[in-house]
Structure formats: C-alpha cells, structure tokens
C-alpha cells in the first residue's frame, strides 16, 4: 500500500521536522500575528534581520529563508490573497501561493514540507475552497516531482483539521 505522500496534520507548525514549512506572511515579510507571529518567535530575532534584506514579497509569491531556531531547515514565506468575496481574483492567487512554495521547495531539494492554511485566518478566505485549492495543487505537484516525499497540510484547530481531510478524501474518490 503506497505510504500517503499528502495528509492532513492538527498542531502547531513550528515544531514540525521537516524540511520546509510554510509561513502565510504579508507583503512586508516583517511579521505579525497568526502564525507569522508564531514562526518568527519561534525562529528568533534573525528571520526578521534575514526578512528585511527580502524587502517584501508580492500577493501570491513566494521567498525562502533558513529555519533559524525552527526545527525545519527552511521557512518559505508566502502572501496569500486577503478575501474581497472572490471579486479580485484570490482563489487564482491562492492557488499561486502553493505553485510559487512548492517550485521553491523543489529547486531547494525540499523532500518535506508543511503549509498552514494560508489566508484561512485573519485574511478570511473560506476554509472549504482554499482547502480545495491546497489539495488540487499539491497533488499536482506530487504527480510531477517525485523527489517531494511528503506534503503537510496543517490545521491549526479540529474545524480546519475536518474541512482538509474531507477535501482530501473527497479529491481521491475523484482520481
Ligand atoms: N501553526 C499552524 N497553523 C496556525 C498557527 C500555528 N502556530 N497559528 C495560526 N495558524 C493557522 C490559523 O488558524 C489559520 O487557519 O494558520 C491559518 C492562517 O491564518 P493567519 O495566520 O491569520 O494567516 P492569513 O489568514 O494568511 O493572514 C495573514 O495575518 O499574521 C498576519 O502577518 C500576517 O498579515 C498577515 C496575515
């Protein structure tokens, strides 16, 4: 039975082991709540030095730094679409956001990498379609690259946890 390369993971991003994990930032990269404020605390005052040399990332790109403190040895950072009720186009950069860290993870020979639920939070974008946009992009990306052993679509609550593992579920019936 081939081992799940995508599944759905309930806690707190940083103190994941892997490769890379994925940090749902704004466009200054200079932190702030959610879990930025969680991965930069728990990476330590030299992600934001390292982030300020970035000066800034654009809506639905992506930029990698060290782990610093982080158990995992990359931190990509991302900037997800604020929600304006789909009227600026954000499932499109949603789904960019996942595109732009996966082809970083892959050209720094990223084997695995966990994502929080980018711009599911303070960004209020709906929790079922970004959890469709997650899946359908990183199954594509497992399907191109088999260097990527291991995705992680991480919940931060049971809610969230629920909507990725029925999308997931949902997404195989369909293959
Ligand atoms: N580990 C995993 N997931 C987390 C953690 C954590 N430690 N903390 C929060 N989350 C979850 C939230 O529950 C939400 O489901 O991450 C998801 C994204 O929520 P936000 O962190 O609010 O990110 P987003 O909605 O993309 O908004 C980004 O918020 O923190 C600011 O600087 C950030 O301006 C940017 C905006």
Redesign the pocket.
Known sequence: MQVARLSVWQ?????LSVDAIVN?????L??????????HR?AGPELLACCRDLNGCPTGEARITPGFRLPSRWIIHT??P?WHGALRNESALLAACYRACLALAIQNNVRSI?F??????????P?ESAARIAVAECKAALALHAGLEKILL????AK?AAILTATLFAFDDTV
Do not use: R
Request: hydrophobic content about 50%; overall charge negative; proline content about 2%.
């Open positions: 806690g707190d991003i940083t103190t749902a930032a704004n466009e200054s200079l932190g702030g709540g959610g879990v930025d404020g969680a991965i728990a900037v997800g604020v966990a929080p639920a980018i711009s599911c939070g303070v960004y209020g974008f929790a991480v919940a931060f609550d969230m």
